[in-house]
Structure formats: C-alpha cells, structure tokens
C-alpha cells in the first residue's frame, strides 16, 4: 500500500513539473517551434502543437563546472543562462542524417578565441598563425563527433564575453564542462536528426 501510495505521489509530482514547463514554454514567442530545454541538470527536446508543446525525450545532462550563469566570461567555468538560436550542427563524424545542414570539421577547423575573428569557426593550417586561445576542433574526436553551435555572443561578438559555446556529446566520465551543455552521445545523435532549422536552446536555473 505504501509503495503504491509512493508511485502515485511521484507520479503527481512529474505531472506537475511537467505543467509548469509547459506553462514556462507558453511564455516563449510564437515563432518559436521547437526548443531544447536545460534546467536542473535535465536536458528536454519539446514541440509546439496546435494547442500545447509535447516533449520527444529528457535525459541527465552536464554543464558548466561553476553552474550557470547571466553574465558570463572567458573562464568562468560557468553555462550562459537564457534563449539561444540553434545556428550550426557540425561534428568529426560524418554527417549522421541531421535535420539541418551539417558542417564536417577537418583538420583545419578552428573555434577562433583570437581578437581578430573571436567565437567564430575558422580555417588555419596548424603553425601558420597564433591560435593559443582557440579550440581546434579536429582534436576533440568524442566532444565533438556531433555538435550544435548557439548564437550566444555573436551579434555582435564581444571580445572575452566567451566563445566555443555548445551542445554536444560527454566525454567520457566528465561530469561537468568549461561552459557548453554535455549529453549521451545516443541522446545527442537525437537531437542532430530530429532538431530543425529554427531549433532553440533554453538554458535557465
């Protein structure tokens, strides 16, 4: 009895996160469709219907190793909070079958954290310029085999605001990130095949 007591308050409790978050994803514009939701160390994908939003799956996610935060820099160690535009989905790996157009990294691509060009993608030939403050991108093979890149500083970009903010898959047994949003790379993959153009992250406490 007390366990079957035990399932339905659980259950009543997941009801009512869930109307909250729909409640919350109402508040969004109505241009947006689709939106990848992160709080509390969850990661959502949801989709606005003629009446309401559904939710395709939820998954643990990590982030930021020193939480989140509004006002981010280079640094920190923290995940931006707010609504982003999904603007990019790239990876080592070839493209899987994504929704949107992907971009193949090679072993020239750059996430530039140079003055000239920051958070910005960028072709160098190793050893031909100073790039100590960037990511090459090659050199994340599990990180990076699917990504998604966000609009989070980039109209305009402020320089040490920060750069290289993304989605993508968990390497190995990390259980935080420099500041992107870390997921299953099964999970991941997901998101590359079923988020489209338009596609938003919502990252909020």
């Known amino acids: 009895m007390r366990l079957i007591i035990a399932v339905i308050c659980f259950i009543s409790m997941l009801s009512g996160r869930d109307n909250q978050r729909v409640k919350d994803l109402n508040t969004l514009p109505k241009e947006v469709k689709q939106v ?22 939820e998954v643990p996610c990590h982030y930021g190793k020193n939480g989140l ?10 995940t931006p909070i707010g609504l982003f535009k999904v603007t ?5 790996a070839p493209d899987p079958g994504s929704a949107m157009p992907y971009r ?10 140079e003055k000239e060009d920051y958070n ?17 991108l090659y050199r994340f093979k599990i990180s990076y085999k699917y990504a998604m890149a966000i609009d989070f500083n980039t109209n305009p ?7 290289a903010i993304f989605i993508h898959c968990d390497y190995l047994d990390d259980v935080t990130t420099a500041g992107c949003v870390a997921l299953e790379e ?9 988020c489209k153009e338009g596609t938003y ?5």
Do not use: C
């Open 69 to 78: 935060n509004a006002d981010r820099h280079d640094g920190d160690g923290t």
């Open 88 to 92: 990019l989905v790239f990876g080592n």
């Open 157 to 163: 970009q402020v320089w040490g605001k920060g750069f």
């Open 104 to 113: 193949r990294i090679t072993p020239t691509s750059w996430w530039s954290g």
């Open 201 to 205: 992250l919502w990252v909020r406490e």
């Open 36 to 57: 990848i939701l992160v709080q509390d160390h969850r990661l959502s994908l949801w989709n606005r219907t003629a009446e309401s939003w559904d939710m395709a799956f």
């Open 120 to 136: 910005t993608w960028v072709e160098v030939e190793p050893g031909t310029r100073d790039m100590s403050r960037s990511e090459h």
């Open 186 to 194: 099964q999970y991941m993959l997901r998101l590359v095949k079923e």
